[in-house]
């Protein structure tokens, strides 16, 4: 009963997206572009009801959503934390901040925490080299990253 709540609450988000749209294939890109603010990621009843209402097979939805990397299939956490790994940061221990963080999370690299707070990955160099080793939360940078200071560069986030 609850999930029926939870799918008929999701639905009504995106009926807003497509009105929003006049429901128009041209602006599919942006639909889904929206669905992913909405909702963290593009959940698969949802692209249902995107490909029945602008009459366009599921599979082309797909394919768009596979193509862009902004778009995730899979539900993604509140927060993504990124840690670089460009030259810099490897050098100046990007990898023991991403063992320090898989272990905070219990999660890998790639990986969402059970409470959806916090998606986990690597990115190369983010132009701030001069602050390595650094990770990006959201658009926050932190800068000469440590093992240690994690747990407390984290609890800002909710
Ligand atoms: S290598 Fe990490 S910011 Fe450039």
Redo the contacts with the bound molecule.
Sequence with gaps: MQGAAALDWDLSRVEGILAHYGERREALISILQDIQDQYNYLPPEVLQVVAARLGIPLSRIYKVATFYKSFSLVPRGRHEIKV?M????HLRGAPRILEGLERHLCVKNGGTTEDMRFTLTTVN?????AL?P?MVVDEDYHGSATPSGIASALNQYD
């Design positions: 670089c460009g030259t810099s940061c160099c983010v132009g701030a080299c390595s650094v």
